[in-house]
T-cell receptor
Framework: EPEVTQTPSHQVTQMGQEVILRCVPI?????FYWYRQILGQKVEFLVS????????KSEIFDDQFSVERPDGSNFTLKIRSTKLEDSAMYFC???????????FGDGTRLSIL | QQQVKQSPQSLIVQKGGISIINCAYE??????FPWYQQFPGKGPALLIA?????SEKKEGRFTISFNKSAKQFSLHIMDSQPGDSATYFC?????????????FGKGTMLLVSP
């Protein structure tokens, strides 16, 4: 079964540094998402992306965050100047058609020191 | 109004028993209600989903019951097994949003004792 793959599985970064989280969505999917999950808390929506532009973003997704689909396969989340509170699991998801299930990757654990 | 409230926070069930997790929502525009299962170190994986035009959906040992008037839905796991021990999230999305952004509940940690 096709999978969403995320790299790296664990990223440790100094506060204030830039970090890029990478995702390869399922190949024929058109909608892409980033979610985050702070340890022990619920999964929270960050941003959705369709047709090479952001379609929706949450209050969490401020100017420090950006997303990009640099080629036909990768989907990236960049945090420009990381803060301690950015420490979380970041999940990428993709879906083929609206109201079909979103498929999640296994996440990147981001630890900010 | 966008919240999905989930209970209980944690649940311990004997092997062979029934696990029941409940969720409630406020936004009447929600029209797709999936349940996700998450094992430690893994991403959420779709378990079962329901739309509001039916009151129940069953897939194997997993059943969703949906009460549209009460704006509640629940997951029942029959004959619970130790391998079902995981965190379960209910979620909701609305078709008119076009892009199916999911709003998650806070999750339920299920432990099935042998």
């Amino acid at each position: 079964e096709p999978e969403v793959t995320q790299t790296p599985s664990h990223q440790v970064t100094q506060m204030g540094q830039e970090v890029i989280l990478r995702c390869v969505p399922i190949s024929n999917h058109l909608y892409f998402y980033w979610y985050r999950q702070i340890l022990g808390q619920k999964v929270e929506f960050l941003v959705s992306f369709y047709n090479n532009e952001i379609s929706e973003k949450s209050e969490i997704f401020d100017d420090q965050f950006s997303v990009e689909r640099p080629d036909g396969s990768n989907f990236t989340l960049k945090i420009r100047s990381t803060k301690l509170e950015d420490s979380a699991m970041y999940f990428c998801a993709s879906l083929g058609q609206p109201n079909q299930p979103q498929h999640f990757g296994d996440g990147t654990r981001l630890s900010i020191l | 109004q966008q919240q999905v409230k989930q209970s209980p926070q944690s649940l311990i069930v004997q092997k062979g028993g029934i696990s029941i997790i409940n969720c409630a929502y406020e936004n009447t525009a929600f029209d797709y209600f999936p349940w996700y299962q998450q094992f430690p170190g893994k991403g959420p994986a779709l378990l079962i989903a329901i739309r509001p035009d039916v009151s129940e959906k069953k897939e194997g040992r997993f059943t969703i019951s949906f009460n549209k008037s009460a704006k509640q839905f629940s997951l029942h796991i029959m004959d619970s097994q130790p391998g079902d021990s995981a965190t379960y999230f209910c979620a909701a999305s609305q078709k008119n949003a076009g892009y199916s952004t999911l709003t998650f509940g806070k999750g339920t940690m299920l432990l099935v004792s042998p």
